[in-house]
């Protein structure tokens, strides 16, 4: 509805221009009538003098008619104004409540995929083998890592899980062949395995930011870890850290590709997910083009605005899930003009 509006806007802006522009043809040529009469007044002296006075008259409501089309015109100009930047207002709020809609829909999909890897580290992490092989170590090792394998089969969104003992040494993990450098890294000044040995019980986790590890190829992963508690007890002694490495860039790749745009929008708009400091952290089209977002919220949590750029930005504050809060990341969409650039 309000594109129709600024399609009848323009109609109307077109048509009073033309019918306007036509009122001027016809005074300009009743004014060099009532010129050319004047002219054939004077010369028939006395006895034109009649036809002088109507000439006259006829000039002068021809300026007239004139003045009313200029009034009209921009009178009419101030109002299809008005009506155009209602139209425009509409069709802003209309767009950006449905991006901000979709931004919501998709930091709450990403919410509860991370909040499901907060139990898997949780639930894992209470696994006999793993039990054993923080409290023995190495002697443990072989088939704690056969155990984490297993579990690696089936759960594909992970490139490694890794147990690492009480002095922050990892002593075993899922992927040896494909990741050789893990086994034996020290990890104790790691901020995941600082914070999971001081979790509070078996029911609390880390959840860390994005970021690349170099033992697993550089990748970008988001890492979650939780205390190895003796004898598995909820309230066991920390006796080491299992820590699973999400591979983030598949599959928060899978979730800016998939938000529920129509083929006109994704033409033109860009899905993004941002950190609590605006960093870039997935894209929808290519990442290594991005950065930071210049994302402006004014303290709202769900919102949209055009940009200086005239671009128009729909944004929401992860919700959390559950018992994940989030880490205060953002989903944003932003749109182009469909003749606009709307990659960063």
Request: glycine letters at 8%; aromatic letters at 6%; hydrophobic letters at 40%.
């Amino acid at each position: 509805m309000p594109e129709k509006i600024l399609a009848l806007t323009k109609q109307v802006s077109t048509l009073a221009t033309s019918k306007v522009d036509e009122i001027r043809k016809i005074t300009q040529m009743t004014k060099i009538l009532s010129i050319n009469a004047s002219i054939e007044a004077a010369r028939a002296g006395d006895s034109g003098s009649g036809f002088a006075v109507v000439a006259e008259a006829v000039g002068t409501v021809s300026k007239d008619i004139e003045a009313i089309a200029e009034k009209l015109q921009s009178d009419l100009g101030v109002k299809v104004k008005e009506l155009n930047d209602v139209g425009l207002s509409l069709i802003s709020n209309i767009k950006g409540t449905r991006l901000a809609d979709l931004a919501l829909n998709m930091i709450d999909v990403i919410d509860r995929n991370l909040y499901e890897r907060s139990c898997d580290v949780r639930w894992w992490a209470t696994d006999s083998s793993v039990i054993s092989c923080a409290a023995n170590g190495t002697a443990e090792s072989r088939s704690a890592g056969e155990r984490l394998a297993v579990i690696l089969e089936s759960y594909t969104v992970y490139l490694d899980i890794w147990i690492a003992g009480r002095d922050g040494t990892v002593v075993a993990h899922g992927r040896p062949a494909k990741y050789p450098s893990v086994l034996g890294t020290a990890v104790s000044n790691e901020d995941w395995f600082r914070k999971a040995m001081k979790t509070r019980d078996g029911g609390d986790f880390v959840a860390c930011d994005i970021a690349a590890n170099k033992h697993l190829g550089g990748a970008q992963v988001a890492t979650y870890a939780t205390a190895i508690r003796e004898n598995g007890a909820k309230n066991g002694a920390p006796i080491g850290v299992l820590a699973i490495f999400f591979d983030w860039e598949k599959q928060s790749r899978d979730v800016v590709s998939n938000v529920r745009l129509t083929e006109a929008e994704r033409q033109t708009t860009r899905c993004l997910i941002l950190n609590s400091n605006h960093r870039v952290i997935a894209a929808s089209g290519r990442l290594e083009d991005l950065d930071h977002f210049p994302l402006k919220t004014n303290g709202q949590s769900i919102g949209a605005y055009v940009d200086d750029s005239g671009r128009l930005v729909g944004f929401a504050l992860t919700p959390g899930y559950e018992t994940y809060q989030g880490l205060g990341w953002y989903g944003a969409l932003v749109q182009a003009h469909s003749n606009g650039d709307s990659k960063h």
